[in-house]
């Protein structure tokens, strides 16, 4: 692996691949909206803490002090609206959201990475017997790992074995391999 810094080739002599991790496991799915969430709750807390610090200031200039109790309430409403609901809101629509999902064969446990309300990545990690398929499709919900909604794209696996294997699709007792062969014999006679 070799990697440029300043025109100066860099050699790096890791043996592990690029999509595994040593603490969580092998990279079985990566979200490409990830750097999207990121942004927009970005933008929606530098504009709430920018609202917080100009309420102030408009206030002052504005002589909303003078004016009757009922325009008071109605703009302080609009303004608390935009500062604490918005992020609020897109907190919670975006929390699920799975940004990397790494699979240990080992011992059979995935470690999902969402951001949290800080804008931190936060590890969620789990069995793959925790995981739960909402019985009604929710919109922001795929699976549920133990009581934590999670939110993927199952086109975004590289292997299809592995999004079948996290929802349990593969120990399904609806379809076994054996009954394959029973219904090819009974399809030849």
């Given amino acids: 692996q070799v990697t440029s810094f300043q025109g100066v080739a860099v050699r790096s002599l890791s043996t ?56 008071q309430a109605a703009f302080y409403g609009l303004i608390g609206i935009f500062t604490f609901v918005t992020p609020v809101t897109l907190h919670i629509l975006t929390k699920g959201y799975v940004i990397r999902l790494y699979y240990k064969d080992e011992v059979d446990t995935y470690t999902a990475i969402t951001y949290n309300a800080i804008l931190a990545e936060k590890v969620t990690v789990f069995h793959q017997k925790d995981v739960k398929i909402p019985d009604i499709t929710k919109m922001f919900t795929t699976f549920y790992a133990k009581t934590k909604s999670m939110l993927v794209n199952p086109t975004l696996f590289p292997d299809p074995q592995d999004y079948n294997h996290l929802m349990g699709y593969d120990k399904s007792s609806f379809f076994k391999f054996e009954d394959l062969g029973e219904v090819k014999e009974a399809d030849e006679r």
């Fill in 16 to 71: 592990s691949s690029p999509h595994d991790h040593p603490e969580h496991g092998r990279l079985v799915y990566k979200g490409n909206l990830a750097k999207a969430v990121l942004g927009v709750k970005f933008f929606s807390y530098s504009t709430s803490i920018f609202n917080l610090f100009m309420m102030p200031y408009i206030m002052l200039k504005s002589g909303i002090g003078v004016e009757s109790l009922l325009v």
